[in-house]
């Protein structure tokens, strides 16, 4: 891994859903890209709720559908994370906020920021909506989501840093 990685945590409630759907989409894409070496990718959820769990199976499921492997084990994003990433993105506003408020936040130099900001097809301070309690579009809306977010991402950090 270079010095100058740049380090990525996509953030949502559990972290069974969203964030490990982004997650899995967003190392295929530096994968791809050839950037594996400068790009580190990790999620995380604000709850504690489902810590220790693998991707929920829907989620999963619709991923596999499209190629990705969800790899993630749930855990609770904590004040120590805002040291060791440079890209704290919330997958929705409750999410932004619950993290806005934690101590770390206060000194976080990277971007702390709504995960959908950087589709530039996505109004500005859009949700990824929690497709948890809903039906199997749900799970393959998100998945569009997060190909089109990740993307974007994509773009503005080699953008960024010029790669
Ligand atoms: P996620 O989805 O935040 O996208 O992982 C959810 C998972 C679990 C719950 C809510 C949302 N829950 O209430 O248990």
Same mark, same amino acid.
């Given at each position: ?11 949502c409630?559990?972290?069974?859903c969203?964030s ?5 989409? &967003? ?25 220790g ?18 790899? @993630? ?9 805002f ?10 506003? @409750? ?6 408020? &934690?101590?770390?936040?206060? @000194? ?13 097809h @996505?109004?500005? !301070? ?8 809903g ?16 993307? !974007? ?8 840093r010029?790669?």
């Open positions: 891994m270079s010095e100058d990685a740049v380090r990525v945590c996509f953030v409630l559990g972290n069974i969203r490990p759907t982004a997650d899995g989409v &967003m190392v295929a894409l530096v994968e791809q890209a050839g950037l594996s070496d400068r790009v580190v990718v990790d999620s995380a959820g604000t709850s504690a709720y489902h810590v769990e693998g991707a929920d199976r829907r989620s999963a499921a619709v991923a596999r559908g499209r190629g990705y492997h969800l790899t @993630s084990r749930s855990r609770q994003f904590v004040d120590a994370d040291q060791r990433f440079d890209y704290v993105l919330a997958m929705d506003r @409750s999410n932004l906020r619950n993290m806005q408020r &934690m101590a770390g936040a206060r @000194s976080f130099s990277g971007t702390l920021r709504l995960f959908r900001d950087f589709d530039p @996505s109004p500005p !301070g859009a949700d990824t909506p929690d497709p948890y309690y039906g199997p579009k749900g799970f393959d809306d998100v998945l569009d989501l997060c190909e089109r977010g990740c993307q !974007g991402l994509l773009d503005h950090i080699k953008a960024e010029g790669w």
